[in-house]
């Protein structure tokens, strides 16, 4: 039986920083297993002795060393995180003597800053995109002007947490839109998304997946039967390959991926914001 190794993302600041770089390092590892967990505003020594002692703690059940990916500035909280027994990864200061010498200047801590509102338009930018996707989620407004990008799939492939995340981490207005059973006996895109195809982006999803997800939400109901699952997901592929739209599956991609592939095949560019 494998051992889960428990992993600790921890932060003097809201954790994301820490979350996406531990996340990039576990994906390495196909074969282990983890439970992972984000504590964030680990600002005192009071917080972190007590993250090091849920550390500890979590290993000793685990019967197996935990792990904390810390993106935490102050040095003292640190050691006092690395006294848990745990294997500490410090993500930062590896890199901050590099470029101090690169810079030819010292570095000055600032908590929080990874995330921090630096820019406001850049805030904006974010809070715009995001209003944008949430009143364009599930084909709720088909008015797509000014859309960067339109996700297409079957219900529950994905398609909203995906617009979450490039509207919050890069500005992006994103819009789906739910494949329905008349779209699909179709075979053809709807007439509200042909003038857009040059936006559009596929998500399809394996069926038993998707009937796993759509059990969650609905439970032995007709939409999360296996069958109905493997219907409208081969009709959605054979869509797709009608209309040659560029798609991915998600069955087994990190929402991160998503959003680079995306990215990098409609040719869009952004900064982080």
Known sequence: MKQCRPVFYVSDGTGITAETIGHSLLTQFAGAEFQTRRIAFVDSEEKALDVASQARQAGERAGVRSIIISTVIDGRLNAILG???????????????????????????????????????????????????????????TRYDEADLILVGVSRSGKTPTCLYLALHFGIRAANYPLTDDDLHRLELPPSLRPYRNKLFALTIDPLRLQQIRQERRPDSTYAKLEQCQREVRAAESLFRAERLPSLSTTHTSIEEIASKILTVLGIERKLL
């Open 83 to 141: 006294e848990s027994g745990a294997l500490l990864i410090d993500a930062f200061t590896p890199f901050i003597a590099v470029l101090e010498r690169e810079f030819g200047v010292a570095g000055q801590p600032r908590v929080g800053q990874a995330h921090g509102m630096v820019n406001q338009a850049a805030y904006e930018a974010r809070i715009n995109a995001t209003n944008y996707a949430l009143s364009h989620d599930d084909g709720a407004n």
